[in-house]
């Protein structure tokens, strides 16, 4: 497990569980406004593309990696299925995230 020193971006907040319509549909956090403007002050670090963001998340003991997407003005936690099963979410369930983010190649 890499140190806390290859840490860039690390904190905790709380959201609500959407879920998109959209042709593919999933299930999503987004992240406070504040978070979200801190996360774009060093996405020149960190993306790998289209403003999208790797991160390491937990959500109570299930721990997963995937990206952030920029959306309107902020950003969206894909929750995987696998995630939501362990921890017991839906659409609409108000959740704590502990989001890390690492510089590229950590």
Do not use: C, N, Q
């Amino acid at each position: 497990m890499p140190s806390s020193e290859d840490t860039l971006l690390e904190f905790t907040f709380e959201a609500t569980v959407i879920y998109w319509r959209g042709p593919s549909p999933f299930f999503f956090a987004p992240l406070p406004a504040l978070k979200a403007t801190r996360i774009r002050e060093i996405l020149r670090i960190v993306t790998y593309g289209w403003g999208m963001v790797p991160v390491e998340a937990r959500i109570g003991e299930a721990s997963f990696t995937t990206s952030l997407f920029p959306k309107d003005e902020t950003y969206l936690l894909p929750i995987k299925a696998a995630v939501r099963r362990r921890a017991d979410i839906t659409a609409g369930d108000a959740i704590r995230i502990h989001l890390i983010i690492r510089p590229p190649g950590r």
